[in-house]
């Protein structure tokens, strides 16, 4: 049973028009990341909640928002998709920080930009 | 800032072969690092993670090796499968205050029936 899914699985938007792709998860984890993964590169984390203590990487576009509404939810906003921004969008969760806690990912959303 | 580094990029092998994967990273003060397999457009499954305090830990025909002092961790697949064929990357977690994963790249896996 998919523990951290993704919706969409694919989502194809225009360029400049608001995105918004979903997450949720059955674990009850407490932390929640978003991660950009371009093609044949290493996943980079855009950002990370802690229950509801946002944490944004230094190098995140201020482009990139996102929400979490509820322990089950978060979802990631792009204000104004650009080219560069057409990727593979990674949610992943883990109980809390400990080094015993293994990050769980979803299956992605693909997002192309025309 | 952690770099990790992943040799080879590619690797292909006939079925039935054993392999190494090799993973390494700058920085050792490390928590714990953690192996995934990414299959073509989905996301990572986690496969092993091996604590800072540990040497090996394994799940199956996979064992991953730590050696945190040297930066080095090292993924062997025994008896390789058609169905092993994926990409195959690590992240070591940092210690501290710092929370992200830091990924290396991967290594393209591909068994050869």
């Known amino acids: 049973d998919a523990m951290v899914i993704q919706n969409p699985r694919y989502q194809v938007t225009q360029f400049g028009k608001p995105v918004t792709l979903s997450c949720s998860q059955t674990l009850n984890h407490n932390v929640m990341y978003w991660y950009q993964q371009k093609s044949s590169q290493a996943p980079k984390l855009l950002f990370h909640y802690y229950d509801k203590d946002f944490n944004n990487e230094a190098d995140t576009p201020d482009n990139f928002q996102s929400r979490r509404p509820n322990t089950s939810f978060c979802f990631l906003d792009i204000r104004s998709p650009g080219l560069g921004d057409a990727a593979m969008y990674l949610c992943?969760?883990?109980?809390?920080?400990?080094?015993?806690?293994?990050?769980?990912f979803g299956d992605g959303t693909r997002l192309s930009i025309l | 800032k952690q770099e990790v580094t992943q040799i080879p990029a590619a690797l292909s092998v006939p079925e039935g072969e054993n392999l190494v994967l090799n993973c390494s990273f700058t920085d050792s003060a490390i928590y714990n690092l953690q192996w995934f397999r990414q299959d073509p457009g989905k996301g990572l499954t986690s496969l092993l993670l091996i604590q800072s305090s540990q040497r090996e830990q394994t799940s199956g025909r996979l064992n991953a090796s730590l050696d945190k002092s040297s930066g080095r961790s090292t993924l062997y697949i025994a008896a390789s499968q058609p169905g092993d064929s994926a990409t195959y990357l690590c992240?070591?977690?940092?210690?501290?205050?710092?929370?992200?994963?830091?990924f290396g790249s991967g290594t393209q896996l591909t068994v050869l029936p």
């Open positions: 992943a969760t883990s109980r809390d920080f400990g080094g015993r806690e293994p990050q769980h």
């Open positions: 992240a070591p977690k940092p210690s501290g205050s710092a929370r992200q994963l830091t």
